[in-house]
C-alpha cells in the first residue's frame, strides 16, 4: 500500500478516535458509533480533504452486526415476529407511503423534479437507491445520494438521542453491553467464518445489503435450529460501531456545499417529520401490541438495520424484533418499491414523450 493511501486512512482514523473520546467524555450516546461520524463528518465536510476508509473495513463492521442481530434469533421471536407479520407489513406501508408524501413536499418547497424527489425520499439503504438511482436516466444522481445521506446521516444521529434520553433515559452510559460471560471461542470465529461465507454468498446472489443480511439470515437459522450461538464480545461490538461510524463519516463531502445551499434545509426538515411519523408509528405499535416503546421506535425507524440493531444492544430492545421489522422494509423497499418507482418514472417519461 502507497505511503499516501497509508496517510489518508490513518486520517480518518485518528479523527475518529479523538470524537469517540469526546463523546465518551460527556456521557454522550453510542460513543463508537456517533463520535467517529460526526468527527469525521465535520472534518471531512469543512476541510475537504480527500479522506480513504477501505471497503472492507466497512463490511468487517457489518458483518459483526449480522452477526449479532442473528444470534438474537430464536424459535420463540420467530414466532412473535410471524404474530407481528401484520403489523410488519402495515408499518412498512405506512412508512414508504408517509416518505413519498414528505418528498411532494420537498418537490413543493426546494424546486426539484418530481422523480428527484420521490427517489431521495426513499427510505430504503443508500447504495441500493444510488445504484437504482443510476440506472434511471431520467433521475438526477448526486441530489439522490445528497437527499440519502441527510436523511440517513440525520437519523442515525438522532434516533439514538431520542431513544437513550427521552424514551428510556439512563441507558446511554456504555458504548455498548460488555458482559461476556463465558465463550467458547473456537465456536465462536467458527460461527463467524460462516457468517463471513454467508455475507460473500449474499453478495454473489445478490441479497441486499448482503454483507448484513447474510450473516443475519445464516445465523438466524443456525440459532432457529437450537444451536447455541455465543454472544458477541463487547469489544468485537466497539469495533464494529467504530468502523461502521468512519464509513458514514465520510458520507457528506465538501462538493455537495452547492445542493446543501439549494435543498439541504428541506432535506433535514423532511427527514426530522419522517422521524417524528416514526415515532407516532411506534406509539401506535405499542397500543396494539405487547413490545416496549423502545423496541417499537427503533423498529419503524427509517435508519439502517444496522444503525438500530446497535443502539438496541444499549436500551435493551428486542434484537429480533427490530430485525424483523427493518429486514422486512429492506425488502419490500429494494425488490418492491424501487423498482415500481423506476417503472413508474419511465412510463411517465414515455407518456410525456
Not at 57 to 63: H, N, P, T, V, Y
Not at 282 to 302: D, K, R
Amino acid at each position: 500500500m502507497k505511503l499516501h493511501n497509508i496517510r489518508s486512512i490513518a486520517e480518518p482514523l485518528i479523527i475518529g478516535l479523538i470524537g469517540a473520546f469526546l463523546f465518551h467524555l460527556f456521557h454522550a450516546p453510542l460513543p463508537w458509533m456517533l463520535g467517529p461520524l460526526t468527527g469525521v463528518t465535520f472534518w471531512h465536510f469543512s476541510t475537504g480533504r480527500k479522506l480513504s476508509w477501505p471497503a472492507p473495513f466497512r463490511d468487517i463492521a457489518l458483518i459483526m452486526i449480522g452477526y449479532m442481530l442473528g444470534a438474537s434469533f430464536t424459535q420463540r421471536t420467530i414466532h412473535e415476529i410471524g404474530l407481528h407479520f401484520p403489523y410488519i407489513i402495515g408499518v412498512t406501508l405506512i412508512t414508504v407511503i408517509g416518505s413519498l408524501f414528505l418528498g411532494l413536499l420537498l418537490v413543493k418547497k426546494a424546486n426539484v423534479k418530481l422523480v428527484d424527489g420521490l427517489f431521495g425520499s426513499v427510505p430504503g439503504g443508500l447504495s441500493q437507491v444510488a445504484i437504482l438511482s443510476e440506472e434511471t436516466k431520467e433521475v438526477d444522481t448526486g441530489l439522490i445520494v445528497f437527499m440519502q445521506t441527510i436523511r440517513v446521516v440525520l437519523v442515525i444521529l438522532v434516533i439514538p438521542f431520542l431513544t437513550m434520553y427521552f424514551i428510556k433515559p439512563g441507558s446511554m452510559m456504555q458504548g455498548s453491553p460488555m458482559t461476556e460471560g463465558s465463550i467458547s471461542y473456537p465456536v465462536l470465529f467458527g460461527l463467524l467464518g460462516i457468517a463471513l461465507l454467508s455475507a460473500f454468498v449474499g453478495k454473489k446472489i445478490r441479497l441486499p445489503a448482503a454483507f448484513l443480511t447474510g450473516p443475519l439470515i445464516a445465523i438466524a437459522l443456525i440459532s432457529i435450529s437450537a444451536i447455541q450461538v455465543p454472544d458477541l464480545p463487547g469489544g468485537f461490538v466497539l469495533v464494529s460501531q467504530f468502523l461502521l461510524g468512519i464509513h458514514l463519516g465520510l458520507y457528506l463531502k465538501k462538493n455537495m456545499l452547492g445542493n446543501i445551499r439549494k435543498l439541504g434545509f428541506y432535506s433535514m426538515l423532511t427527514s426530522l417529520l419522517l422521524v417524528g411519523f416514526s415515532f407516532l408509528l411506534a406509539i401506535l405499535l405499542t397500543q396494539v401490541t405487547s413490545i416496549t416503546l423502545a423496541t417499537a421506535f427503533l423498529s419503524t425507524a427509517p435508519g439502517g438495520l444496522a444503525e438500530m440493531g446497535v443502539t438496541a444492544t444499549i436500551v435493551d430492545a428486542d434484537l429480533a424484533m427490530i430485525s424483523g421489522y427493518q429486514l422486512f422494509r429492506i425488502f419490500f423497499i429494494i425488490f418492491i418499491a424501487l423498482p415500481l418507482l423506476q417503472w413508474w418514472v419511465r412510463k411517465r417519461e414515455a407518456d410525456i414523450k
